[in-house]
């Protein structure tokens, strides 16, 4: 029994001390964030022990106005090349998402800095895809394929277009899609300037961050179908 106690007390002394150098690391990189980030991590915890939706959207929430900055920034870079915001933003939160049941708490570095390292990584796979021959086609595509779930209209004109029909026809009949993925869908065609919220509604979810994480699920789908 002693020997346990030493041990754990044992453990203790070295999970502070691991915390110790952990937060002086931060204040000399991110002097100016530490207690956002520190808010962040604390969020990350109370999700990590319960794993409950609540506490996941209340992270991403505190996420949301980071997640952002950066996909408007991304999507200013690369408008002309028919990447937007939204596309950045889908493939952000797709990786917050992941991030929250991937992260360990005795990594070196905060989730909120591994979830920046993780953003800067894939926009810069994206947009290097773009570059390629094949990016320029899946690009060509964007709208109605790679990212099908944000139909742009203002950008491609179904009615007019063939080839853009047959993709429509073709992602509405996808068999690897439920019945409540289609739904979406179509209610994002007939409504494309909708929110979230109202898209949710309309299908009978109760919460917008349904949505999002039902258009990672399609996205996914569509890509091994697709390209």
Known sequence: MTQLTKKVEKSKLKARSFNEKK?????????DKVAYILNIETLWEAYAFNRNEKLMNE??????????????????????????????????????????????WFSNFYFYETLLLIFERRATDLTRRIKTRRGSFEANLLPLTDEAAEF??????????????????????????????????QEIYKNPDGSYKEWAE????????????MLQRIKCKLAHTFL
């Open 202 to 213: 309309a299908i009978g979810l109760k919460h917008h961050q349904q949505v999002i994480r």
């Open 59 to 104: 992270l991403l929430k505190a996420l949301s106005f980071t997640i952002q900055r950066k996909s408007e920034y991304w999507g200013n870079r690369w408008k002309n090349k028919r990447l937007s915001a939204l596309d950045f933003a889908s493939i952000f939160y797709e990786e917050a998402f992941k991030l929250c049941d991937e992260y360990e």
């Open 152 to 185: 742009l209209p203002n950008n491609i004109d179904v009615e007019q277009e063939v080839l853009n029909r047959n993709l429509v026809t073709q992602i509405f009949n996808e068999e690897a899609l439920t019945i409540q993925e289609k739904q979406l869908l």
């Open 23 to 31: 937060l002086e690391s931060l204040k000399r990189r991110r002097p």
